[in-house]
């Protein structure tokens, strides 16, 4: 488990104060892949950075697995790292060495007898699916072949959580996705925590357990993935459900269509097709759909309509009421009579 309690974290450029971190709570639970989401200077990095040590709190405490990191020594401190892997958007891994060798700087950074190595890298090698490019060197291999190097370089000390930092944001699409695929693998297999911090809600659409969310320092926001979708609560995680459902109507649909605009949701059994037929029939008002999408999140149907409700006021209005009773999630965008 990992424990952020009261954390602030200040920085001072040019004698101005900058504050990263602003009293940061959150609790990663053990086994979790957990996403840190957020805009560009939103702190994410320096949130991560703190779980190994490689920045401290200006005020607060990080616990991992219990143990309060400001009371370890420095030799501790470098044990803890040992146990905790890092990946990240640009792979760092030495050109000179092939992939045998920069997994096997990694066993010797973490200890493991020479005589151990052959085996050890055979496993790691296995692990992430890169038999027969042992002896390729980084410039031999994709995008996706060097970021499972990485990893496993991060997996050679037997870690019990991993870190990563934009870890896809520089693989394309297809590969992102083998690569998200084998993060859920080895969190399912080993048990392993995974902390990853992006900028995509993609990402944490297609891995996530639970997601923070963050905007100039601050947690806005924390949920499961599924509920951070159907029930976003905070501006900033709106905008990102938005963006990822592509479910903004442009400005001059807005303007132009007559009627209540609404928007609803429906997720699994409850379609938002048929209880919209049932309101046309009940209320005798007239729907039109201008936007939906249905998506799945963790394999849970998750839609969203926007209509337009025509008719006369008081039926409108009560379809509206009803509809709200059905669905739970409604949300007028937009009322012109
Ligand atoms: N060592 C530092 N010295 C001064 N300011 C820093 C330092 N590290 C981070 N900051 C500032 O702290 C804020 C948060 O930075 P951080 O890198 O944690 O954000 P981020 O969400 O990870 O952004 P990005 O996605 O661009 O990496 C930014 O305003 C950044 O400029």
Redesign the pocket.
Known sequence: MIEFKGITKR?V?DRTP?F?LRDVNLTIQQGEIFGII??????????LRLINGLETPTQGTVKVSGIKLSDLSKGSLRELRLKIGMIFQHFQLIQSRNVSDNIAFALKAAGVKRSDFPSRIKELVALVGLEGFETNFPSQLSGGQKQRVGIARALANNPSVLLCD?ATSALDPVTTLQILELLKDLNERLGLTIIL?T?EIDVVKQICHRVAV?AH?EVVEVANTYDIFSQPTHDVTKHYVDTALQIELPERILRTTPGKIIRLQFTGEKTGESTLSEAIKQFDISVSILHGKVDYIQNVAFGVLIVSLTGPTLHVNRALTWLEEQLHTLEVIQDVA
Do not use: P, V
């Not at 957020?38 to 949130?47: D, M």
């Open positions: 920085f450029r900058i990263a957020g805009e560009s200077g939103a702190g994410k990095s320096t949130l934009e911090i900028h963050m320092g």
